[in-house]
């Protein structure tokens, strides 16, 4: 656990979340200020900065972060009209919290996929 860092320390309990899924390896919570209807940060419980470095050190808790991200789109009721998962990585995506999360984003139509587009 990284004492500093905003997730680690929902995943500590520290810092409340409405979580709406868990495993032995993830939690997924409601994000704080919403960007759709549905808008559920989905994380590894291990502390990792980004995707990237997810990827790389962990194939199996990335495998289990897609799991996870699909069991929220199911739980959630996404599954029939569509949603969107997102990982912003680094200064061009406006990556905010340096502890990978995967957004999924759903509950109505999300428009384009990116605002310069
Ligand atoms: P990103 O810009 O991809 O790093 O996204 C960080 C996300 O974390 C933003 O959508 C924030 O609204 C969200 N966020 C920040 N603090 C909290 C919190 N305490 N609980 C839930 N979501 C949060
Ligand atoms: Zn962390």
Same mark, same amino acid.
């Given at each position: 656990? #990284?004492?500093?860092? !905003?997730?680690? $320390?929902?995943? =500590?309990?520290?810092?409340?979340? %409405? *979580? *709406? /899924?868990? %495993?032995? %390896? %993830?939690?997924?919570f $409601? #994000?704080i200020?919403?960007?759709?209807a549905? /808008?559920v940060?989905?994380?590894?419980? +291990? /502390? /990792?900065a #980004?995707?990237? @470095?997810? =990827?790389?050190?962990?194939?199996a808790?990335? =495998?289990?972060? !897609?799991? =996870?991200c699909? +069991? *929220?789109?199911e739980?959630?009721? !996404?599954? @029939?009209? &569509?949603f969107?998962?997102l990982?912003?990585t680094?200064?061009? +995506? &406006?990556?905010?919290?340096?502890?990978v999360h +995967?957004? *999924?984003?759903?509950?109505?139509? !999300?428009?384009?996929?990116?605002?310069?587009?």
């Open positions: 656990m #990284d004492n500093n860092c !905003l997730f680690c $320390r929902i995943v =500590a309990g520290e810092i409340p979340a %409405t *979580v *709406v /899924h868990e %495993t032995d %390896t %993830t939690l997924a $409601r #994000d200020d919403p960007k759709a549905v /808008h940060l989905v994380i590894p419980k +291990a /502390h /990792h #980004d995707v990237v @470095a997810l =990827a790389q050190d962990d194939p808790g990335s =495998a289990a972060l !897609l799991a =996870a699909a +069991a *929220v789109a739980g959630e009721g !996404l599954r @029939a009209d &569509g969107r998962v990982f912003n680094g200064g061009y +995506a &406006g990556q905010e919290v340096f502890h +995967a957004h *999924v984003l759903g509950g109505e139509p !999300l428009g384009p996929m990116l605002a310069i587009r």
